[in-house]
């Protein structure tokens, strides 16, 4: 059995302070490559080529690898508990998906089921979504992460789950006409 969940959040209002997180669930600095996550070059590409062709559909630049919100989102998806950071980890808009097997749901997947809400989206009465945040104009630093978490659906085999940070955040209310294209 898969089972996929999908959540998306841009924060109005940030913290001042990051709150605390275990020293267990950060990745250690020796463990991570140069891509500020766990990420490996081919999978930052893959990260980059899947929100950038969206992106390119709908008249935004593309964006650029940010190693800071790679290690961000590592952080976060380190913890494998399917919430929202609400601002814990910086002023960025993200996005989160998980699927279960974690075998089933790779990068392009993840980022694809994002992308097919487009046809959701109504320019007369705009709502934040998934793919809103990935095609928002004014946004142009990304990074991603992964982690497999073996109890993040119970009674389902070990699921993947993604996290992306988004600079500068997107689905502002009141931006919309100006960064989202059809």
């Known amino acids: 059995m898969t089972r996929f969940l999908l959540f998306s959040v ?8 990051v709150l605390a997180v275990p020293a267990h669930v950060r990745v250690p600095a020796h463990v991570r490559d140069d891509n500020g996550s766990d990420a490996s ?8 080529n899947a929100h950038n062709s969206v992106r390119a559909q709908h008249g935004a630049v593309n ?5 800071t919100l790679a290690a961000a989102a590592q952080e976060w998806a380190n913890n ?3 919430e929202h950071s609400n601002g814990q980890l910086g002023p960025f808009g993200e996005n ?3 699927g279960s097997p974690a075998s089933s749901f790779p990068i392009p ?5 994002w992308a097919d809400e487009a046809s959701e989206y109504d320019p007369n009465n705009p709502v934040p979504s998934h793919w809103t ?4 104009k004014a946004t142009t630093q990304l990074g991603c992460a992964v982690q497999t978490c073996p109890d993040l659906f119970s009674g ?3 699921a993947a789950f993604y996290v992306c940070e988004y600079s500068p955040p997107g689905n502002v209310i009141g931006q919309f006409p100006q960064n989202v294209q059809p």
């Open 109 to 113: 997947v993840a980022i694809q089921a």
């Open 156 to 158: 389902f085999p070990p």
């Open 63 to 67: 964006l650029a690898w940010d190693n």
């Open 80 to 82: 494998c508990v399917f």
């Open 96 to 98: 989160l998906a998980a």
């Open 133 to 136: 945040q990935m095609v928002w």
């Open 10 to 17: 841009t924060i109005g209002c940030f913290l001042s302070s």
């Open 41 to 48: 070059d081919a999978d930052v590409q893959a990260y980059l």
